[in-house]
């Protein structure tokens, strides 16, 4: 029997858009049934007319557009007495007053209506329909659209919208993917059965076929001619799927023929069956061999990795060897930056092409995740990685890969983790261990910067554990090497151990492994340890072969910048400094350096926008509020200053340096007792450095221990023999002590070390002051002077040395110079009572010392001058009022002893003269000359025999004391020893020719033994020694009277 007709709906479902798309060649659209010839045989009727809905009730109508239509709008019914139907064509347009706006519909809405009249009643999703070409109608409900696409009336490719606005696939609606997928499915369409369609189909429900003419008419009907086309139909659709076969035939060998112009070969024969290769072919084991170096992790294994495949490429192209060759590259770009430009180029061009291998491919993977990791996009990277990692979880180099991008994410937990899980798979995984110890390198350094020294430590042992590791686990892996160095030289401050590191690191057969950024670092490190090793000039250059190794090389060039502070160039260290912490702003060391830069090249503007900018990057951190202080002190701010060191103290009680720079503060502003405080505090935290030691060297002379200020210099010098410091202290406390040549020799230590050391043209000016070469003084002091033009201290110095040389209006002016810039400081009044004194300007010498000492009531010295400025003033008692203030002051103070008991002596108190003298003696045993006073006062005394005990001891201790001579020669002539006395006249001709005196007491001792010859001869070489001798009258008579026999 027939197969069972379909339902009438799909005998004359038509599609009125403009061009309907060509059927797809798996569901061809079955002809129509042929036309019937006469109105009298029963036909179906049930087409569809336009856009007439026949099922529910219509939404209100609109007016529709024209283009809505898929038949001429302009073609009229023919005349009511002779009507033709076309079933099988499309309706005129129906009466405005019944066109529904936007709707178009299909000849099987009526039954599918029908079937859901008996639905349940509630609100229905009715959707607009737009084609590729851009053609819309509807809206329809679910169920039609579903039956459209049973049908193939629509082809899957669609766009749906409930409102007409947002526009959705059809596929992406639930309701409608099973029919889609029911369509893609078939192999023919459902309505390929209606070319055999028996003749009852035509015959049944006439009546129904003419009641929906009537409806469609409104009640117009008169005689209808119906013509049935649908057997012009069926045969077109019966030829219909040969010719889209044919068509599709064609343009798939057209396209197939143009693949040929892409990467995918002639009809995608590449993307299809890629070219691979053999394994057990000799090519198969040079890539094997590649990618064994990839693992290996050395400059050295990247470029063989890179040639071995590019040897098998020139052979043949494969996308697997072109993958690994493309991983090398990237390796090498971003680890070493020795990729060349043309190579990278090539590498970014190729990863099209080796996407034949699958997107998912592992090797396809690690090169495009190598070429976003050197690019610069890790997010890239970690996208394409994570996934390949689940799929490949034995895949180690994925994981690293993924490792490398966490840590180009600034998410180094996530990369340790990463990590850690590779060295569980692989423990001897050279490369895995290198990278784990590199981010605990960086960690600890992060920890050290935020003030957690402890933890940093921690930190830096765990790195140097895993670089330990990977050596033993690659002897070649020459970078561990290099980084467990920098470990021992920078953290552990182990010079011998580095040093052993980086020689091993350094010879010929390691260097050929490493790449020229990682000799550099390996240099730069070598300069570290020669400069821990105080070999200076070997640092700075090997410092600067490294920065030709690595121009970019930021540790290179901030070890460089660091030499050149130590070595007070502080304009050749800010640009490099500049870099660095531009380059790596979170390194908070590079920031310490460039603000240590721009303090000490007088950039202070700079040097407050830096701290700014730190304050912003790293708040609260112990170190800014040192770096903070630090300007705020370079500028004079010293209250902000102050507090700012108190809070980086508070905040890592371990940072020395900052106690160190707050006890300098506090010597300027003279607070002694809290100076020492931080100073001891300093120690305690690093008793081994240098400049710590030197600045309890600093407190300690500023107290006038001199000795322990000497000691603490020996060490400071001891523990850093380059440091200018130590010994500028050293000098500073040996010409105290009154070593002037072992000052001389400290002082030009000190300033070969550096020209430009603070304070140091001051000292070398004062030690040649001390040498008595006033001119070689001066010129020191002029040139401290243009060093230090605001240090009011060298004018002082210089008006000091000048007052010496008797030059007082030199020593005024720059004694005035010095008070202009510090009105009340003490020393300038000080030296400047003395300019008066020497004028015997007595009231304004004693005004100025007045002032000096109000300023510092308490300087011995001061008191001491004040009484030589009250005797010259004839003011005595007030003189020696001082100087017991001054012995009260400084009971060991022998000048102001001294100066003391020669008052008593001028005033005849000749007992409390020689206890002074004594006293003096006692203090300073190596004042013979006190021996020579205290005989004065025994001689004044008539005690001749103590007197001449006294002077026989003076020359007893100081042979050179001749003047006593002639003393002696005076206390026999008073105890009646006239012939021992002409003798030690005559010895103090001998010694002193000039000294008219011996002569004057001989010629009369001679005179009175009747030794007339020697006695005129005697008178006449005492008034040629003393010409203008006030008793010269008295002496020629003398003579005359001798010459004469009188």
């Not at 523990?719 to 010409?735: K, M, N, Q, R, V």
């Not at 001066?778 to 110095?797: R, V």
């Not at 002893?897 to 007992?911: K, M, S, T, V, Y």
Request: charged share 30%; hydrophobic share 40%; glycine share 4%.
């Amino acid at each position: 029997p027939p197969p069972a007709a379909p339902p009438p709906s799909s005998d004359f479902s038509l599609d009125f858009a403009d061009l309907p798309p060509p059927p797809q060649p798996s569901a061809p659209v079955a002809p129509a049934a042929a036309p019937v010839p006469a109105p009298a045989a029963p036909v179906d009727v049930s087409a569809s007319f336009g856009e007439v809905d026949f099922g529910e009730p219509a939404p209100a109508p609109a007016k529709a557009a024209a283009d809505d239509l898929e038949f001429d709008p302009l073609s009229a019914p023919k005349p009511a007495d002779d009507l033709e139907a076309d079933l099988s064509a499309p309706l005129p347009p129906p009466k405005p007053a019944a066109a529904v706006d936007g709707l178009e519909m299909l000849s099987f809405i009526d039954d599918t209506a029908k079937n859901e009249k008996g639905a349940k009643a509630g609100p229905k999703k009715r959707f607009h329909i737009r084609r590729r070409s851009g053609k819309t109608f509807g809206p329809f409900e679910e169920g039609v659209i579903v039956k459209m696409l049973e049908d193939g009336q629509l082809l899957g490719n669609e766009d749906v919208s409930e409102s007409n606005d947002n526009w959705v696939p059809i596929g992406t609606v639930p309701a409608f993917q099973a029919a889609i997928q029911k369509l893609m499915e078939s192999p023919t369409s459902d309505a390929a059965p209606a070319a055999a369609e028996p003749e009852a189909r035509r015959t049944e429900n006439t009546a129904e076929a003419m009641e929906r003419l009537k409806q469609l008419y409104e009640g117009r009907m008169a005689a209808v001619t119906i013509v049935d086309r649908r057997a012009d139909e069926l045969k077109f659709k019966k030829r219909l799927p040969f010719l889209i076969g044919g068509a599709v035939l064609v343009v798939l060998i057209a396209a197939g023929a143009s693949l040929g112009l892409t990467r995918y070969g002639a009809f995608g024969l590449k993307l299809l069956l890629p070219a691979k290769v053999a394994p057990g072919s000799p090519q198969f084991t040079q890539l094997q061999k590649a990618r064994e170096a990839l693992a290996h992790d050395t400059f050295k294994s990247y470029t063989e990795a890179r040639d071995t495949a590019q040897a098998i490429l020139r052979a043949k192209e494969f996308p697997e060897v072109r993958a690994v060759w493309c991983q090398a590259v990237f390796f090498l770009d971003r680890r070493y930056a020795a990729a060349k430009p043309d190579e990278l180029n090539t590498a970014r061009r190729e990863l099209e092409n080796i996407r034949l291998l699958g997107e998912k491919h592992p090797e396809v993977v690690k090169a495009l995740a190598g070429d976003a990791l050197s690019a610069n996009r890790p997010d890239d990277a970690r996208l394409v990685l994570e996934d390949a990692v689940v799929r490949h979880p034995k895949d180690t180099e994925l994981k690293l890969l993924l490792a490398e991008a966490w840590v180009a994410r600034n998410q180094a937990d996530r990369a340790i983790q990463t990590l850690e899980q590779v060295v569980q798979q692989n423990a001897d995984s050279a490369k895995a261990l290198h990278m784990l110890g590199r981010l605990y390198q960086q960690r600890a350094e992060t920890l050290r910067n935020a003030g957690k020294n402890d933890e940093s430590k921690k930190a830096a042992l765990k790195a140097q554990e895993l670089f330990e590791k990977a050596l033993a686990a690659d002897p070649e892996h020459v970078i561990s090497a290099v980084e467990l160095a920098a470990i021992q030289l920078l953290v552990d401050r182990d010079v011998d151990a580095g040093t052993a590191a980086l020689e091993k690191a350094l010879d010929e057969k390691s260097r050929a492994l490493m790449g020229p950024a990682e000799i550099a670092r390996a240099r730069a490190l070598n300069g570290a340890a020669l400069a821990m090793k105080f070999q200076v000039k070997e640092a700075v250059a090997e410092f600067e072969q490294a920065v030709k190794l690595d121009p970019g090389s930021v540790f290179a060039k901030a070890q460089l910048g660091r030499i050149y502070i130590q070595q007070r160039e502080f304009a050749k260290a800010v640009p490099l400094f500049k870099e660095a912490s531009q380059k790596e702003p979170s390194n908070l060391d590079y920031v310490e350096g460039y603000l240590t830069a721009l303090i000490g090249a007088g950039k202070m503007q700079d040097a407050l926008t830096v701290l700014q900018t730190a304050n912003g990057q790293f708040p609260d951190t112990p170190k800014i509020a040192y770096l903070d202080a630090r300007v705020n002190d370079a500028l004079d701010n010293t209250k902000k200053a102050e507090d700012n060191y108190l809070r980086a103290i508070k905040g890592d009680p371990t940072l020395a340096e900052a106690n160190l720079n707050l006890a300098r503060l506090y010597l300027r502003l003279k607070r002694l007792p809290e100076a020492r405080q931080q100073l001891e505090s300093a120690l305690e935290k690093a008793p081994q450095s240098a400049d710590v030691n030197a600045g309890m060297g600093e407190l300690l002379l500023d107290e006038n221990k001199l000795e322990e200020a000497n000691q603490a210099f020996l060490k400071s010098a001891e523990l850093d023999p380059t440091l200018p410091d130590a010994h500028l202290g050293l000098s500073i406390t040996a010409l105290r002590q009154g070593r002037v040549e072992d000052a001389e020799k400290a002082i030009t230590q000190a300033l070969e070390l550096d020209p430009n050391l603070k304070g140091g043209y001051l000292q070398k000016g004062l030690v040649l002051f001390a040498q008595n070469k006033l001119d070689a003084a001066i010129e020191a002091l002029e040139q401290a002077k243009k060093n230090e033009p605001s240090n009011a201290k060298i004018n002082i110095h210089i008006g000091e040395v000048k007052l010496a040389k008797n030059d007082l209006a030199g020593a005024e002016a720059a004694l005035l110079a010095a008070l202009t810039q510090e009105p009340r400081n003490h020393e300038a009044n000080f030296f400047l009572s003395r300019v008066k004194s020497k004028r015997a300007e007595h009231t304004q010498a004693i005004e100025s010392m007045r002032s000096a000492l109000d300023a510092n009531p308490d300087d011995p010295v001061y008191h001491y001058y004040m009484g030589l400025i009250y005797r010259d003033a004839k003011k005595v008692a007030e003189a020696m009022a001082e100087w017991n203030e001054a012995i009260r002051l400084n009971p060991q103070f022998a000048d102001a002893i001294e100066a003391l008991g020669q008052a008593h002596l001028e005033r005849g108190e000749f007992d409390q003269a020689i206890e002074q003298f004594r006293a003096a003696l006692a203090v300073d045993p190596k004042r013979a000359r006190l021996y020579g006073a205290i005989g004065d006062a025994y001689f004044m005394a008539e005690q001749w025999t103590e007197a001449i005990k006294s002077f026989r001891q003076a020359l007893q201790a100081d042979n050179s004391l001749t003047y006593v001579y002639y003393k002696i020669g005076r206390a026999l002539e008073q105890s009646g020893k006239s012939r021992e006395a002409i003798d030690w006249y005559r010895k103090a001709t001998e010694v002193e020719p000039d000294n008219p005196s011996p002569w004057y007491y001989l010629a009369y001792l001679q005179k009175q033994r009747s030794q007339r010859k020697e006695a005129i001869a005697a008178f006449k070489s005492y008034l040629e020694r003393r010409p203008d001798a006030p008793d010269k009258r008295e002496i020629e008579d003398e003579i005359y009277d001798l010459e004469h026999g009188n």
